[in-house]
């Protein structure tokens, strides 16, 4: 699985941003999708992940209600929905992909750089 994230920009505290994750070379109905993101200084951490097949859905507590995961079978792209921003959502935001009985992400892309100012 090839994955190539997009739509990173600068945006103040509390617009909104929509970053995409554009996946090909295989069918994505085994996997689950994931965004994480890193800050200057700071591990990786997970944001949100969604079954690609049935469309479950996991959050962040950090992010949850104002941050929105999704996909588009027909494009093989999954969306982050980013609302109410705050500056310490500033970071590299990645999206990544399991096989959904793997407990590793395997596939990474190489990440959108998101800044939110105050």
């Known amino acids: 699985v090839q994955l190539q994230a997009s739509g990173g920009g600068l945006v103040q505290a509390g617009g909104s941003l929509r970053v995409s994750c554009a996946a090909s070379?295989?069918?994505?109905?085994?996997?689950?999708m994931g965004w994480f993101r890193q800050a200057p200084g700071k591990e990786r951490e997970f944001v949100a992940s969604?079954?690609?097949?049935?469309?479950?859905?996991v959050y962040a507590d950090s992010v949850k209600g104002r941050f929105a995961i999704s996909r588009d079978n027909a494009m093989n792209t999954m969306y982050l929905q980013m609302n109410v921003l705050k500056p310490e959502d500033t970071a590299v935001y990645y999206c990544?992909?399991?096989?959904?009985?793997?407990?590793?992400?395997?596939?990474w892309g190489q990440g959108t750089q998101v800044t939110v100012s105050s």
């Open positions: 969604i079954r690609w097949s049935v469309g479950t859905t």
């Open positions: 990544a992909a399991r096989l959904w009985f793997v407990s590793d992400y395997t596939y």
């Open positions: 070379g295989s069918s994505l109905s085994r996997y689950i």
